[in-house]
Structures are given as C-alpha cells and as structure tokens.
C-alpha cells in the first residue's frame, strides 16, 4: 500500500463551522505533512509531525489546530476559518522527516463561504 | 536564498515534442532536486529526482539534467504526450538546510497537442 488517503475530498464549510480533514496512511511512514496549495500555486508547507510530535508549525494562525493520534493518521481541526482559506489541503507522508521521497494523498478541496 | 525559480510558466508542445523545463537556485546547501507531477483534482506525485554527484538522470522519457556549477536543472520529456499534460514543479531540500523541507518553485503548466 503507498497510498495517502485523505477524506473528504470536497468540504464547504461556513465561517462559524467546525470542520476536521482526515488523512491516512499505512506505509510505515514516521513523518506526516499539511501543506495548503491555492490555485496555480506550488505546496505552501504548514505544519510537520515526526514520530507522533508536532516538529514544525510554519506560522500557521490558529484556526488551524493539527492532531496526530498516532502514526497512521493525522488530522486538521479547522474552526472560524476565513474565505481566503478556501484552498486544496494536502496531507503527505516520508518515511522519516529528513527523508526526502514525499508522498502525496489527493487532498480535501476546501471552500468557505 | 531560499527560493527556487522555474520557468516557463506555461508551455504547449505538440504531440511527439520535447517538454523543457528550467529551475535555477542560489542555496548550495541543497542537495535533493526533485521534479512533481501534478494533475489537476490531484496531488502532485514524485517524478524523478537527482542529487548534486551526476549531471544526468534519465528514467523512461523523463530526464533530469543538472548543472552544479551554473545552480540550474531542468526536466526534458522526451514524445510528450497529451497525457503528460499536467502541472509540473520542481524542488530542492538539503538535510542540512531546515532539515530537509522541501522548497518548490512556482509550477509550470504544460500543455501537450496532439
């Protein structure tokens, strides 16, 4: 299995909602990603989780709030979130967090109204 | 520093061209330079990638040819075809340099006739 799962694919969500994005993987991997991409625009990078622990939050404002339960799964809480956060939310996986071969799940297209 | 630069933009090549696709980069602490193929709908996916000891990788009908002197790579796609019409980016990491995050250039979106 090298696939990254990410559900759901499509979210529409209001300014008030709570909302989760899930993302799964089963490849042993120790070291996984949230990167937002906006439209003709590369992977902007947000948060990185190594070994279960949060290693990297690229500035990410709080709305935002990461989860790693373990090391198959992690989560994106999102909460108050502004239209200019409707974006295509990618969640990705390496084997460790210096290792550099990145795997890519589909994402969850994101539109807040 | 930081940043990676990639050109063109946008490219349309007939069916059975070469695809060319240049990136250029200032930090000589990178030492990973891979290429992602994205489709639209989907996440970008792994390529192909090169590091700084050969000048040339070549998998399929995708090359990677690098230069370390001049800071430059580039991708050729040999018969493009319309299925490689796609978003391509290029990225450079070093272990050494934020401990590997990788640092993508702007995308080029290529187009490919038949």
């Known amino acids: 299995d090298t696939e990254v799962t990410q559900t759901p694919k499509h979210l529409v969500m209001g300014m008030t909602n709570k909302k989760s994005l899930k993302c799964e993987q089963h490849?042993?991997?120790?070291?996984m990603y949230w990167y937002k991409q906006k439209a003709k625009k590369p992977p902007e990078l947000m948060f990185v989780y190594s070994y279960e622990k949060l290693s990297i939050n690229e500035s990410v404002p709080s709305r935002f709030s990461p989860e790693c339960p373990n090391s198959s799964l992690l989560n994106l809480h999102l909460h108050a979130l502004q239209p200019e956060d409707s974006a295509l939310y990618l969640c990705?996986?390496?084997?460790?967090?210096?290792?550099?071969?990145?795997?890519f799940g589909s994402g969850t297209q994101l539109s807040v109204l | 520093q930081q940043q990676v630069k990639q050109s063109p933009q946008s490219l349309i090549v007939q069916k059975g061209g070469i695809s060319i696709i240049n990136c250029a980069y200032e930090?000589?602490?990178?030492?990973?330079f891979p290429w992602y193929q994205q489709f639209p709908g989907k996440g970008p996916a792994l390529l192909i990638a090169?590091?700084?000891?050969?000048s040339e990788k070549k998998e399929g009908r995708f090359t990677i040819s690098f230069n370390k002197s001049a800071k430059q790579f580039s991708l050729h796609i040999m018969d493009s075809q319309p299925g490689d019409s796609a978003t391509y980016f290029c990225?450079?990491?070093?272990?050494?340099?934020?401990?590997?995050?990788?640092?993508f250039g702007q995308g080029t979106e290529l187009s490919v006739k038949p």
């Open positions: 990705a996986s390496t084997y460790t967090a210096t290792n550099e071969k990145l795997f």
């Open positions: 490849m042993g991997h120790r070291a």
């Open positions: 990225a450079a990491s070093g272990i050494y340099n934020q401990g590997g995050k990788l640092i």
């Open positions: 090169i590091r700084p000891d050969v």
């Open positions: 930090n000589t602490a990178f030492d990973y």
